[in-house]
């Protein structure tokens, strides 16, 4: 493979650097970024070279790697190295679930969920809708949602809740006209979600692969969709086993449609369906 092609402004991310700086992603952030990678990452970092003033990517993970893991710029890094692809209502059929046979069993209960890496919070936002019908149906008193991701930058988005107007497509209609606030803009149309729906949620940092002792214990729901994906095998075992912590017997964790526990299903687990777990409730 002719690599030159692969040159920018700054040259090359050697593999020396990118083995440095992987490693460093993985060890505090749980993300794997295999060899095929690279170029991605390489490509992804211009912004930030350009943005400090660096000459080589050499300089930069230098900089990076003496920052420490709790400084401004490794919070930048991973808002440029991490993935945030996400819509409303995404794989629905979990939202259907959720109403028509999961929700059921917390009938009469105040209901907390948690999105863990829940990017620009249209999860969030979608729950909420689901859950806000289900207490004006009268089936539950209240509910509460927090989310979390890696990136600062994302959760900016989601706390300010305004996305492009073509984004409501995935949205049920009967939703958009109670929930959804359109601008006036007809050049860039956007819209932003109601605040009484708003004042359901909290976003806060958080990584998954760390200590997480800002969240509660007794959610009945966990949302962890299209995470786990970016984690190695050992590093799934130890997110999952720390979602789980923070789950209540008999509440529920949700996975995404290309991911799976069934290789190592944790102890105190039961499949309700491939992506669909229960937390068994002791005797």
Not at 22 to 29: M, V
Not at 43 to 64: K, M
Not at 212 to 241: A, G, M, S
Request: include cysteine; hydrophobic fraction near 35%; aromatic fraction near 14%.
């Amino acid at each position: 493979m002719d690599e030159t092609r692969f040159k920018t402004e700054f040259g090359k991310l050697s593999q020396r650097d990118f083995s440095r700086l992987s490693q460093f992603i993985y060890e505090n952030f749980g993300i794997f970024l295999p060899d095929k990678k690279h170029y991605l990452l390489q490509n992804r970092l211009i912004p930030r070279l350009r943005e400090l003033g660096f000459s080589s990517y050499g300089q930069y993970v230098d900089y990076v790697l003496n920052q420490g893991t709790e400084s401004e710029e490794v919070f930048e890094m991973m808002n440029v190295v991490s993935t945030n692809k996400t819509e409303f209502f995404r794989e629905k059929e979990h939202f259907t679930l959720l109403q028509q046979k999961l929700l059921p069993d917390f009938y009469g209960e105040n209901i907390r969920v948690w999105s863990a890496g829940c990017s620009s919070g249209e999860e969030v936002y979608s729950l909420a809708m689901v859950l806000a019908e289900e207490k004006e149906a009268g089936h539950i008193p209240d509910f509460f949602i927090y989310g979390n991701d890696i990136s600062k930058r994302i959760l900016h988005k989601a706390i300010q809740a305004i996305y492009p107007y073509k984004e409501v497509e995935s949205i049920p209609f009967a939703y958009r006209k109670k929930y959804l606030l359109r601008s006036k803009n007809k050049e860039n149309p956007t819209i932003r979600i109601v605040p009484e729906l708003r004042a359901h949620t909290r976003f806060l940092w958080e990584n998954l692969t760390g200590n997480i002792e800002t969240l509660p214990y007794d959610f009945q729901f966990v949302f962890c969709r299209n995470t786990l994906i970016y984690f190695d095998r050992e590093t799934q075992n130890k997110v999952v086993t720390r979602l789980l912590k923070h789950l209540k017997p008999g509440g529920y964790l949700i996975v995404g449609h290309s991911e799976s526990l069934l290789h190592q299903l944790p102890p105190g687990v039961k499949v309700i369906q491939p992506t669909v777990y229960q937390k068994i409730k002791k005797s």
